[in-house]
């Protein structure tokens, strides 16, 4: 009896000890992500959005284009700095960006891909400068478009050293 105690109490401690400690960081996704479409923004006014991102042959790539018609506002990517996983449906792309009020602006872009037919799709924007929006895709509410992620293939490697927020 004392036997078959130790073994199991052996057990769960390997157990313990293989599922214990500090919590891993994702791998880079390799995978991208591709959308565009459209959101009501907090005024009640259009905002339309394409997007893309992700990593190929170990850098990062990806597009933003956005305009708020409400505020006349219009924001577009000069540079992508990471592309992260936040869950399996979810990605964030992060760049820098010019507006057309001549700023330079750091963006955070998540969007989530909810299948088939997108309607049930996510966009949101977050700018260095305070704005922010987000909106469904339909779904509940206004909003259209489709976010798509896509499979990876062996191109789609990032370059060393990710860290993500």
């Given amino acids: 009896m004392m036997r078959k105690f130790l073994i199991v109490f052996a057990f769960v401690i390997v157990i313990a000890a293989t599922s214990a400690g ?6 880079a996704p390799a995978d991208f992500v ?3 479409g459209w ?7 259009m905002a ?19 305009i708020d018609h409400g505020l006349d506002y219009h924001v577009k990517a000069t540079e992508i700095t990471l592309y992260c996983f936040v869950d399996e449906r979810t990605r964030d ?5 010019v507006t057309n009020r001549g700023e330079n602006v750091d963006f955070q872009v998540r969007v989530t891909d909810n299948g088939e037919p997108g ?3 996510v966009f949101g924007i977050k700018l260095s ?9 339909g779904g509940p509410g206004p909003g259209g478009g489709n976010i798509q992620l896509h ?15």
């Fill in 129 to 137: 400068n305070g704005y922010f929006e987000m909106g469904d895709l």
């Fill in 39 to 45: 959101i009501l923004t907090h005024t009640g006014a």
């Fill in 22 to 27: 500090p919590a891993s960081a994702h791998p």
């Fill in 93 to 97: 792309i992060y760049g820098h960006a």
């Fill in 48 to 66: 339309n959005f394409g997007v893309g991102g992700g990593a190929k042959n170990g850098a990062w790539w990806g597009h933003l284009n956005y």
């Fill in 34 to 36: 591709t959308g565009g």
């Fill in 151 to 165: 499979k990876g293939n062996a191109s789609n490697t990032p370059p060393p050293g990710l860290v993500c927020p």
């Fill in 119 to 121: 309607r049930d799709d």
